[in-house]
C-alpha cells in the first residue's frame, strides 16, 4: 500500500526527531536568533524545505516523496510555531510512489497551531533543540484497489540542529535543519478500515527566516 508522508517541522519541525521525545525545557528558556549565538533575536515567518526524499512506513509497506515545503511563522522564544500552508508531492508526479502504486497526499485543518522550537541543553542524539509541529494532519489517498482513502494526524517532534552542529543529518547545507526521525503519527476518523493505525515518518528539512518579504534565506540558530 501506497502511503503518505510529511514531516514535521517541523521541521522543524517538523518538524520535526526523537520522534515522540518530550522537549526538554519551556520555551521561555530558548531564544532563536539570525544565525549565531551573538546575533539579534529572530521572530517572523520561516520556511521548511525538504532535503532528499521523506519515506513513511506502516505495516501495510512504505512510500516515499521527493518534494515538500511548509511555510509559517514563530515567535524568538521558540512559542507559536505555526504551519500556515504544507505541500508533499513527489517529481514527476504529484503523486507519490510507494506499495505498489501511487498515493496523492492533501494537508488538512490548516493552520497548524501551537507548536514550538525549544533549546535542548542536554544535546539529546546531539540535537540542539525540540521541534514540535502541533496538529499535524493529512489525507492520503493511495492508489491500489481502486482507491484508500486515510486520515493521519497528532503532534511530531523532531530533532533541531543549528548551522554549524557537525551532527546535523545534511552537512552539505549550511542552515537550521529539522530531522524526523521515525516520528509516529495515528489514524484518524473517516479512514478506511484497511489504513493501518499509525505510520512512522522519517525525513530532513532545512529551516530559514525571511531576509526580506518573501526572500527565505535568513540563517536561524537555537540559544538558550
Not at 515567535?75 to 501511487?102: H, K, R, Y
Request: charged share 5%; net charge positive; hydrophobic share 40%.
Amino acid at each position: 500500500m501506497a502511503h503518505f508522508r510529511q514531516a514535521v517541522v517541523l521541521g522543524a519541525a517538523a518538524l520535526t526527531a526523537l520522534a515522540v521525545a518530550a522537549p526538554p525545557a519551556s520555551a521561555a528558556t530558548t531564544t532563536i536568533r539570525k544565525g549565531s549565538a551573538a546575533a539579534a533575536p529572530y521572530s517572523g515567518n520561516v520556511r521548511a524545505s525538504l532535503l532528499g526524499t521523506a519515506s513513511v512506513t506502516t505495516s501495510l509497506g512504505s512510500g516515499t516523496c521527493n518534494s515538500s515545503t511548509m511555510s509559517g511563522s514563530i515567535q524568538s522564544n521558540g512559542s507559536a510555531l505555526n504551519i500556515t500552508a504544507a505541500s508533499f508531492t513527489n517529481v514527476p508526479g504529484p503523486a507519490c510512489p510507494g506499495g505498489g502504486g501511487t498515493v496523492t497526499v492533501t494537508t488538512l485543518n490548516l493552520p497548524w497551531t501551537g507548536g514550538s522550537v525549544v533549546y535542548d541543553s542536554a544535546h539529546t542524539a546531539n540535537r540542539d533543540a525540540a521541534v514540535t509541529i502541533a496538529g499535524f494532519k493529512v489525507k492520503a489517498v493511495a492508489s491500489i484497489l481502486g482507491g484508500i482513502t486515510c486520515y493521519f494526524g497528532g503532534n511530531l517532534t523532531a530533532n533541531g540542529y543549528n548551522p554549524d552542529n557537525p551532527n546535523r543529518p545534511n552537512t552539505s547545507v549550511a542552515a537550521a535543519e529539522v530531522g524526523v526521525n521515525g516520528a509516529t503519527v495515528s489514524k484518524q476518523s473517516g479512514s478506511n478500515f484497511l489504513c493501518p493505525a499509525t505510520a512512522t515518518v522519517t525525513a530532513t528539512y532545512q529551516l530559514q527566516g525571511e531576509t526580506t518579504a518573501g526572500n527565505y534565506n535568513q540563517q536561524l540558530y537555537v540559544t538558550p
